[in-house]
């Protein structure tokens, strides 16, 4: 691996805590200012647009820099800035969800169906009463490969536009 190679890499994980921190923050800030369910819950779509936007403009940098960009190099840089966004943010939401305001998503989840579907109100409320309210690590886990996957996803497509043409002899 060459010197700009490692400069590079190092470039794309920046990129990828900058951004996973600036997620963490935005859904905090949300939470704590007890925003309403359609605004706290549009925090999602705005930090998935931003999300792709991030990871298109670190491909089009790393073809810029290095010249040349294969669909792998593409998926790498995809993976690496989804894979540190959603370590950062699942983290935090199972820290939040566990011992800051255990009854954030209960909360949520009955003020959304209050306000969209108040007739389903009580087997909302019957759902919450039986599920199984155990939170573990698994959930973290899962949640970070999701958003590999999503990072994945949206690099190939991403680097296959770009990726660089061979020339044909």
């Known amino acids: 691996m060459s010197l700009s190679q490692k400069k590079l890499l190092l470039f794309i994980i920046g990129i990828g805590i900058i951004s996973g921190s600036i997620r963490v923050l935005i859904d905090y800030v949300f939470r704590y200012i007890d925003s309403s369910p359609i605004m706290y819950y ?3 779509l705005i930090a998935f647009i931003a999300e792709i936007i991030i990871i298109i403009w670190a491909i089009k940098k790393y073809k810029n820099t290095k010249g040349t960009l294969t ?14 966004i959603g370590l950062f943010y699942c983290t935090m939401a199972f820290v939040y969800d566990t011992y800051i305001d ?5 909360t949520m989840t009955i003020r959304f169906t209050e306000q969209f579907s108040p007739e389903q109100l ?6 919450i009463k039986n ?19 999503l990072g994945a996803v949206i690099s190939l ?8 043409k061979e020339d044909i002899k």
């Open 42 to 44: 549009s925090t999602f």
């Open 71 to 84: 669909i792998i190099d593409a998926v790498k840089t995809g993976v690496i800035i989804m894979g540190s």
């Open 102 to 106: 255990p009854d954030f998503q209960t």
């Open 122 to 127: 009580a087997q909302v409320k019957e759902n």
């Open 131 to 149: 599920q199984n309210a155990a939170q573990s690590y698994i959930g973290v886990i899962m949640y970070t490969i999701w958003f590999v996957f």
């Open 157 to 164: 497509i991403a680097g296959a536009v770009l990726k660089t």
